[in-house]
């Protein structure tokens, strides 16, 4: 029961940096309770570790594959599409020719139709996926965002 419900704390928990206590302090209860692999579960499943292990997973697969890709959800905007279009405002072209994007299959029409707290947790596993194969088409090609100062001149 208390792995549940820390378990749910977690999920349905807004996205802030304290709601990180919720499941941390179920596995420090569990623990204390001497239900050792209930706390293992439970911080296994965590939002905190869950999405972001899920998330470097699948880029390191990709990146294995030598075809990393950007997710995209129908209907839902992502930060960090968007800063895969328009770095600094005039590279879109550039990146979106060398970036492959993939929609998921979530939303109305597709495989999945999440709700809440399903779709806030694909929405984050698909940001921090995306954020990482922004940072990798990075270092790979450099991006000099650099205005010349008419000042300077």
Known sequence: MLAVAGLAADYLSPPALWTMVLPFATVVLLLALRRWALAATVFLLCSWVAIPTAARATFAIQEMRGE???????????????????????????????????????????????????????????????????????????????????DAR
């Open 68 to 150: 990393p890709k950007a997710f995209v959800i129908d209907g839902i905007p992502l930060q960090s599409v968007n800063v895969l279009e328009d770095p600094c405002g005039a590279l879109t072209a550039v990146r979106l020719a060398n970036v492959d994007v993939t929609t998921l299959p979530v939303g109305p029409g597709h495989l999945i139709n999440p709700r809440w707290a399903l779709r806030e947790s694909i929405v984050t596993f698909a940001e921090l996926h995306n954020l990482m194969v922004v940072e990798r088409w990075e270092q790979d090609h450099p991006v000099n965002c650099f205005v010349p100062d008419d």
